[in-house]
């Protein structure tokens, strides 16, 4: 089973700066595509980025492009968001997620929940005005 552990939110002001790391325990993390999603109270999960296997291709939320960036280190089985000029609608739970091996749905794409098979337990990010 992989597990994916997230560290870095915390309480921030509107305009200030956090770098999320996500660390995979899977000994292939290198072959599947990673992505963050992020969830407030209420709403539906919601893609922020995603980035393919190779670290060439990276995708992003239309709330979060500019700001966002998204990142991996496969030899440290690693993955990051940095979020530059956070705004208080940024506020959510930050969720890391591994590529599903086989997804739930055959027609998912890397925006969307069913790509992922694998999951973390989240961040909490929150920032004020």
């Known amino acids: 089973q992989v597990q994916l552990v997230e560290s870095g939110g915390g309480l921030v002001q509107a305009g200030d700066s956090l770098r999320l790391s996500c660390v995979s325990s899977?000994?292939?993390?290198?072959?599947?595509?990673m992505g963050w999603f992020r969830q407030a109270p209420g709403k539906d999960r919601e893609f922020v980025a995603g980035?393919?296997?190779?670290?060439?291709?990276?995708y992003y939320g239309d709330s979060v492009k500019g700001r966002f960036t998204i990142s991996r280190d496969n030899t440290k089985n690693t993955l990051y968001l940095q979020m530059d000029n956070l705004k208080p609608e940024d506020t959510a739970v930050y969720y890391c997620?591994?590529?599903?091996?086989?997804?739930?749905?055959?027609?998912?794409?890397?925006?969307?929940?069913?790509?992922?098979?694998?999951w973390g337990q989240g961040t909490q990010v929150t920032v004020s005005s």
């Open positions: 899977g000994r292939t993390f290198e072959s599947f595509s």
């Open positions: 997620a591994q590529e599903a091996p086989r997804p739930s749905d055959p027609d998912a794409t890397i925006y969307d929940v069913a790509f992922f098979g694998s």
């Open positions: 980035i393919r296997w190779t670290g060439g291709r990276t």
